[in-house]
T-cell receptor
Framework: GAGVSQSPSNKVTEKGKDVELRCDPI?????LYWYRQSLGQGLEFLIY????????KSGLPSDRFSAERTGGSVSTLTIQRTQQEDSAVYLC?????????????FGAGSRLTVL | SQKIEQNSEALNIQEGKTATLTCNYT??????LQWYRQDPGRGPVFLLL?????KEKRKERLKVTFDTTLKQSLFHITASQPADSATYLC???????????FGKGTSLLVTP
C-alpha cells in the first residue's frame, strides 16, 4: 500500500487478556520496527525485523511481548496477560535508505488501553 | 548509556519568527541525526537527515545543524506559521543494532 497500515486503531481490553496488534508495511520495505509511546514519553524501541534475518528483540520489555513477521511483510505484535502499564500507543514503521541511513515511515499507531 | 535529549518544555513563538529546537546526545557518536514531526493522534513523519560530516542541511523553511564538538543538533523553522505547531522529535542511529533512538520531543506552538 501507499503507507504503513496498523490495526486496530484503538483497543480497550481487560487486565490479563491477550491482544494482537497488526502492521502492514510499505510494499518493498524490508525493514520493520515496533515502537511504544506512552503519555509524555519518547518512543521506546521494541523489536526490529530485517528481511529473513533473526529479529532484534532487545527492546521487548518482558516475555509477555512477542512479534512475528510472516512472509517478510505483515507483522503482528502480541501482548499476553496484559497489564495496566502496557497501556500506550504502539507504533509500527517500515524503512527505506536515504543517504545510507534508515529513514522510518510510521503508521498512525494502535492505542491500547488496559483497564 | 546512550542518551538523546530534547528540551521537554514547550516552545511558544509568534507567527513569522524563527523557531529553534535543540537536540543533545551523550555517551556515543551517532553517524547521523534525523528530525521528525508528530501531530496528535498520528505517527511521526520524517523531515530531515544530517550526517556527522555535514554541518548544515536545508529544506525549504527548515534548517538542521550538527555540531559534533557540542554533541548537539539544532532544528530551525524560519518564518514560522501556525501550521508548524506540532511535536518535533530528534532521532539517531544506535551504536549497537539497527534501532533508532528517539528523544522525547519538543512541542512547538506558533500563535498568530
Amino acid at each position: 500500500g501507499a503507507g504503513v497500515s496498523q490495526s486496530p486503531s484503538n483497543k480497550v481490553t481487560e487486565k490479563g487478556k491477550d491482544v494482537e496488534l497488526r502492521c502492514d508495511p510499505i510494499s518493498g520495505h524490508t525493514a520493520l520496527y515496533w515502537y511504544r509511546q506512552s503519555l509524555g514519553q519518547g518512543l521506546e524501541f521494541l523489536i526490529y525485523f530485517q528481511g529473513n534475518s533473526a529479529p532484534d528483540k532487545s527492546g521487548l520489555p518482558s516475555d509477555r511481548f512477542s512479534a512475528e513477521r510472516t512472509g517478510g511483510s505483515v507483522s503482528t505484535l502480541t501482548i499476553q496477560r496484559t497489564q495496566q502499564e502496557d497501556s500506550a500507543v504502539y507504533l509500527c514503521a517500515s524503512s527505506s535508505y536515504v543517504s545510507g541511513a534508515n529513514v522510518l515511515t510510521f503508521g498512525a499507531g494502535s492505542r491500547l488501553t488496559v483497564l | 548509556s546512550q542518551k538523546i535529549e530534547q528540551n521537554s518544555e514547550a516552545l511558544n513563538i509568534q507567527e513569522g519568527k524563527t523557531a529553534t529546537l535543540t537536540c543533545n546526545y551523550t555517551n556515543y557518536s551517532p553517524a547521523y541525526l534525523q528530525w521528525y514531526r508528530q501531530d496528535p493522534g498520528r505517527g511521526p513523519v520524517f523531515l530531515l537527515l544530517i550526517r556527522e560530516n555535514e554541518k548544515e542541511k536545508r529544506k525549504e523553511r527548515l534548517k538542521v545543524t550538527f555540531d559534533t564538538t557540542l554533541k548537539q543538533s539544532l532544528f530551525h523553522i524560519t518564518a514560522s506559521q501556525p501550521a508548524d505547531s506540532a511535536t518535533y522529535l530528534c532521532a539517531s542511529n544506535s551504536n549497537s543494532g539497527y534501532a533508532l533512538n528517539f528523544g522525547k520531543g519538543t512541542s512547538l506552538l506558533v500563535t498568530p
